[in-house]
């Protein structure tokens, strides 16, 4: 599928029913056991609840905190906002989505940014941000494959 205006686009098929994937992929505290890039997440997966998150931008980076809101959690997709308090400013949708393929999954994992300083940060972080998404995405197939 082409990425929209804003958007960084990934996925990728993992050899594991859908239900599986989302398991690992809902069950917060077990992220640092699997996920090289969002380390830890804390909170509950209730809509409209705030999630902490400790991410590291590159491999043996420095960790960064961040707080997002969940907007939903329901089978088959995640999502969850963040960005600037000021959401004209800078906002993120981040999506994550577990569809059945044949035996497996089709994992895809993209997030939309909007307001006046998205344009600047994913000329300058962009491709970062879609390696570490690929990261997690990896990360998330070996689990589930495993």
Known sequence: MPSEPGRIDTEIGIAAPAERVW???TALQGYASWN???????GLLVSGTTLQLKSLHVPGGAETDGVVTLISAEFPEMRWEGGHPDRSILKGDHVFRCEPSGAGCRFHHFETFSGLSAERLLLEYGARIEANFRLFNEALKRAAEA
């Open 36 to 42: 090289p890039y969002i380390v830890s997440v804390q």
């Open 23 to 25: 398991r690992i992929l």
